[in-house]
């Protein structure tokens, strides 16, 4: 027993070695852009309190980027023109106006001989372009409601302040496209009616218009471009998820430089992984059949000899050792060939139910969601059909649940045995652990199903975990992402 488990005990130790130095040679990329963003997180304090309120995926943060520019010179080209531009042309023009105005007040009162105002209106209407009538014996009406914005109201009122010494009364909303002024004079009232284009700056809809028009192509544009440029980093991550879960893979580099270098960084590694696991299963094939010759060997040399205690104890030794190597290179042959494949997990486990209760065994089973799942089947049959056997084996009454969401596959088979205390439940997956006390996971086996199915449900992505069973004994919980 001390010879065939160190051999057995040496192989399944160099191939996990190999196994972990490929895992943290695939996931190094990885752990140093985390150890990165982590950095960058905490140095930037106020950009953690930003960045809950910005989009967490590469493709809105990067319209962000794009569109915040675009916003933000938008906006300072529209203050800058309203400010310097529209305000100072409508200032100016309400100054002609008020301007025009006191120069017909100035007429009518130096030539009296006027006394229909004819001549004035005349030369109001042909010069000025204004229509001016002389209202006898009038007094100003109230004043009007004022507007809560009004650049042409605020621009003329000025204006008419500073040009005339007369009171007057202002209307720059009653008509949409005239403005009204009366001023007071002695008894009588002049009346001026004037366009509004004469004395406000009304053409600032059409640079808004054109500076909204152009804003969305250019934002349609980039929408359009950062989608294109965010595909291929999408389906590089689906490649990276599907490598990792075990499954085929068909990705092509492309879009950016970058991009694409990160892909081919990514094809390299995988099939850096893929010869390496190639290596690794024929090299244990080729020492397997080495060892199968000595232990062969063994076994013609135990049966020339006296029967006796001692040669009975070496005959079951090198029988276990035996059963020990077989198991792992099933397994490894296993996951080496194996294609994942659509698989009724119902159907496999109403199988092993079956088998429980022909065992004598109370056999509990339920299947929540859609029983398909895409896995390797023999290497899930040999995970599930270890954990029902092991439940099997240490209890009376057997509980089987699958749980088959959005996202993962959880399978939890339940026992009422006397389960395994919480700081040894991880020693149990080391290969050869074998419990003296409370409950031995591996009895009459080789020491090695829990280790080989938790690296099976590792290599889909997944994992296994022992917790407390609802009832009493221990509780199996295979999950794995789907």
């Known amino acids: 027993m001390d010879m065939g488990g160190k051999v057995a005990s040496t192989l399944v130790a160099a191939s996990r070695s190999l196994g972990q130095s490929l895992a943290g040679m695939a996931g190094a990329f990885g752990a140093s852009s985390r150890a990165g963003k982590r950095a960058l997180r905490n140095a930037n304090g106020p950009m953690r309190f930003l960045s809950r309120f910005l989009p967490r995926g590469l493709y809105g943060r990067s ?8 916003v933000l010179l938008q906006s300072v080209v529209a203050y800058v023109f309203m400010e310097r531009h529209w305000q100072l042309v409508t ?26 105002a004819a001549t004035l209106q005349r030369i109001a209407q042909q010069r000025l372009n204004l229509d001016v009538d002389i209202l006898r014996n009038s007094e100003l009406p109230p004043p009007g409601p004022q507007p809560f914005f009004s650049l042409l109201d605020q621009s003329l009122t000025r204006q008419l302040q500073l040009q005339l010494s007369h009171p007057f009364w202002l209307d ?43 804003s969305l192509v250019l934002l349609t544009v980039a929408v359009l471009f950062l989608r294109n440029q965010i595909k291929p980093i999408l389906s590089l991550a689906e490649a990276a998820e599907s490598f990792g879960k075990g499954r085929e893979v068909e990705f092509r580099p492309r879009g950016a430089t970058e991009v694409r270098q990160a892909g081919h960084a990514f094809l390299e590694m995988k099939r850096r992984v893929e010869r ?6 024929t090299m244990l094939n080729g020492v397997s059949h080495d060892l199968r010759t000595i232990l062969t060997r063994f076994k013609l040399s135990l049966a020339l000899l006296e029967r006796t205690p001692e040669i009975e104890a070496i005959e079951k030794d090198v029988d276990e050792m035996s059963r020990m190597l077989e198991a792992y290179l099933a397994f490894v042959r296993g996951e080496a060939g194996e294609i994942p494949m659509a698989t009724d997990i119902r159907a496999l486990l109403e199988e092993l139910k079956a088998d429980a209760e022909r065992q004598g065994h109370a056999t509990d089973l339920s299947v929540i ?11 899930i049959r040999r995970v599930l059909t270890n954990l029902v056997s092991n439940a099997a084996r240490h209890g009376d009454r057997i509980a089987i649940t699958a749980t088959h969401d959005v996202r993962y596959l959880i399978v939890t088979v339940d026992d009422d045995g006397p389960g395994i205390p919480a700081e040894l439940r991880e020693e149990v997956f080391k290969p050869f652990v074998r419990l003296d006390e409370a409950r031995n996971v591996d009895e009459g086996g080789s020491g090695l199903g829990l280790s080989i199915s938790r690296d099976i449900a590792r290599s889909h992505g997944g994992d296994i975990a022992l917790l407390d ?14």
Do not use: C
Request: no cysteine.
């Open 91 to 116: 200032r100016r023009l309400s100054a002609a106006v008020s301007a025009d105005i006191s120069a017909l007040i100035d007429v009518y009162q130096s030539y009296p001989q006027d006394k229909d």
């Open 63 to 70: 319209l962000v980027i794009v569109i915040a520019p675009v």
């Open 276 to 281: 390496a696991l190639g290596e690794r299963t």
């Open 172 to 214: 720059t909303v009653g008509q949409s496209d005239f403005v009204e002024i009366r001023i007071q004079l002695g008894q009588d009232v002049m009346r001026v009616v004037a366009r509004r284009s004469a004395a406000y700056a009304s053409n600032s809809h059409i640079f808004l218009a054109w500076m909204v028009v152009t």
């Open 469 to 482: 069973s609802p009832l009493g004994g221990l509780r199996a919980m295979m999950r794995l992402p789907v």
């Open 369 to 379: 969601g859609d029983p398909v799942v895409v896995v390797r089947p023999d290497a």
